[in-house]
């Protein structure tokens, strides 16, 4: 027999999870002796529930398992709601559990009575989850634990949200949780009638050539999916051009001569120029939504003359945008096997050598916007001069975060990524401040790796104190603040209206140094780009954390250029 608490820690560690993130309160309470008793699983203390579930994202994405956190229901899970989201709608697996009065207690009136009667916690997770449901008894928790581990597997893979009644914490149960099948994390079935279907366009149908400009768009699946490296020899097997969504940036090197870096949003030239080249006859897509972002607003110019073939886990992502006969459910590793079968590699081979000298002529043109701000002097300090100076200064294997505003788009531009979950975005609701608790999560799932995150002095203001968690548990994470007092996204528009805008849009230049000591963080104020360098190399050379506020400009443009023109566009060839 065992209480209902120690059925769940015992159940997270049998799933390998190592770490908790969790703020206490009444309604948890009895997990504080039950952690004493589990000193596998580590407890980290959020500053506020948002963080919490924002470090259990961060641990998902960079372990590849999934990230757990603890909170009361009603205020907790409440301050919880847009972490759930963001991980909703970047696919991220993260277990939300919150307390709640006793199952007798419901509606009688009791202090933070979260139950149907008030809040109604599991239906306030709901939309915002995967599965959400209240455990009505200690009887059902073995199974409603399992249910919503399988529902958080997917596909789609997401959030999920248990509510956990005080009496089913302290009741007692007699079974132990049985750890899921690792294989089903990952996937490996694949439909192939689709797959020899879509894969028509590459071979050419009768008298028909194969189709000799063939380039790759790799998105989240290749990631999920654990098959970078099979990407990286198909590409160089058949020479074959690969960009990636800013979702999926380092699932293919991007040092590598065949890398095109990212495409859409924040984007590359070669990208853009690939992609949406007149001559290119088929793009392979590897688990990507094909969202907004990902396709250069839906451009009009990305239309390859023999289509789009979409690989997807999801028949819904594929429902969405691909055209009947081109869509293939199923993993992104799995179809890599199949277009390596011989029926396809002639197909590859014949366009060798046109894809040699189209990759060389797109490469011959410069691959960033405006490098010359890569090496800038002006003060306030140009935000790219910063990315790219960190870029040289971190470790290859380290991981960057970034969170939301013009530093995602500098950052996106100008940092390149060599490794899968070595970049970590929350690119699709792209909450702000988001990436402070999530670094602090990656390092705890990668100890021993350098965590970067670049955020904003906007970011700061809405999670920065979740960097106190890092101090605490001496994570050694850098947090890299662009700080250009401003809502820079938004002020960027907003100050081309008038003062007004410009007004609301600005931020007083706060010392986030002077706060990341307060914190018992070290720290450094960078106002001179000739002291970029040695801030972030006396970061690295620390095992703990430093945050390093650079005094950035505000008015320096976004290098997404080709993204806004492809934008503007769109409003007028409907
Ligand atoms: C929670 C949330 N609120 C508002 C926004 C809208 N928004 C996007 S970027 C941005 C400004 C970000 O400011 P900062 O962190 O200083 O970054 P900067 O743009 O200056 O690099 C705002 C308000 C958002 N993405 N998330
Ligand atoms: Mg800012």
């Given at each position: 027999m065992a209480l209902g608490t120690d059925y769940i820690l015992d159940a997270l560690i049998r799933e390998k999870i190592d770490h908790l993130f969790m703020v206490p309160g009444g309604l948890v309470d009895p997990f504080l002796p039950a952690l004493g008793r589990f000193p596998t699983i580590k407890p980290i203390v959020a500053a506020q529930e948002g963080g919490a579930a924002y470090m259990a994202d961060g641990y998902a994405r960079a372990s590849g398992r999934f990230g757990a956190a603890l909170a009361i229901g009603g205020p907790g899970l409440g301050n919880m709601v847009t972490a759930m989201a963001a991980a909703r709608t970047d696919s991220s697996r993260v277990l939300i559990m919150s307390g709640e009065v006793a199952v007798e207690m419901e509606g009688l009136g009791a202090f933070q009575d979260a139950s149907y009667e008030t809040f109604d916690d599991p239906v306030l997770a709901a939309p915002v989850t995967r599965f959400s449901t209240s455990v009505d008894s200690v009887a059902n928790l073995n199974h409603l634990f399992r249910r919503a581990l399988t529902e958080m597997i997917g596909p789609p893979s997401g959030p999920v949200h248990l509510s956990l009644p005080h009496d089913v914490l302290t009741g007692d149960i007699a079974v132990n949780h049985v750890p899921l099948d690792p294989a089903l994390f990952h996937s490996r079935g694949i439909d192939a009638d689709m797959a020899d279907l879509a894969l028509e366009r590459l071979r050419g149908g009768t008298g028909e050539k194969p189709a000799l400009k063939v380039a790759i768009l790799a998105g989240a699946g290749v990631e999920h999916g654990g098959c970078s490296q099979t990407l990286v020899k198909l590409a160089e097997r058949f020479q074959i051009p690969v960009a990636t969504t800013l979702r999926a940036k380092g699932t293919f090197p991007e040092d590598h001569p065949l890398s095109l870096g990212v495409f859409g949003y924040a984007g590359t030239r070669h990208a853009t120029s690939a992609l949406l080249s007149s001559d290119i006859e088929l793009l392979i897509v590897l688990g990507s939504g094909l969202n907004e972002r990902d396709t250069m607003h839906w451009s009009s110019r990305l239309k390859p003359s023999r289509g789009v073939i979409s690989v997807n886990l999801s028949p819904k992502a594929i429902a969405i945008e691909t055209t009947a006969g081109l869509g293939v459910v199923g993993d992104c590793g799995a179809f890599l096997d199949i277009l390596a079968q011989e029926k396809n590699t002639s197909a590859f081979e014949a366009g060798i050598a046109d894809r040699k000298s189209w990759i060389a002529t797109i490469r011959s043109g410069p691959r960033f916007y405006d490098t010359e701000h890569l090496e800038s002097d002006m003060m306030p300090i140009h935000p790219a001069r910063v990315v790219g100076t960190a870029r040289k200064v971190l470790p290859r294997d380290a991981i960057a975060l970034v969170d939301s505003g013009a530093h995602r788009a500098f950052t996106g531009h100008y940092f390149d990524a060599y490794a899968p979950r070595t970049y970590i975005s929350a690119t699709n609701l792209g909450p702000m401040g988001w990436g402070i608790p999530a670094a602090i999560g990656v390092s705890c799932a990668r100890p021993g790796t350098k965590v970067a995150l670049f955020t904003g002095d906007g970011c700061m203001q809405m999670h920065g104190i979740e960097i106190a968690v890092a101090a605490r548990y001496k994570l050694p994470v850098i947090f890299i603040v662009l700080n250009n007092a401003a809502l820079g996204n938004v002020w960027l528009r907003a100050h081309t209206l008038g003062p007004v805008p410009a007004e609301l849009t600005s931020i007083p230049d706060h010392d986030w140094a002077g706060f990341a000591r307060a914190l018992g963080l070290q720290a450094a104020t960078v106002?001179?780009?000739?002291d970029i360098a040695a801030a972030l190399e006396r970061a690295v050379a620390l095992d703990g954390p430093f945050l390093i506020d650079f005094k950035t400009e505000k008015n320096t443009p976004t290098p997404v250029y080709d993204f806004s023109q492809e934008a503007k566009r769109w409003s007028y060839h409907e």
């Open positions: 106002k001179n780009p000739s």
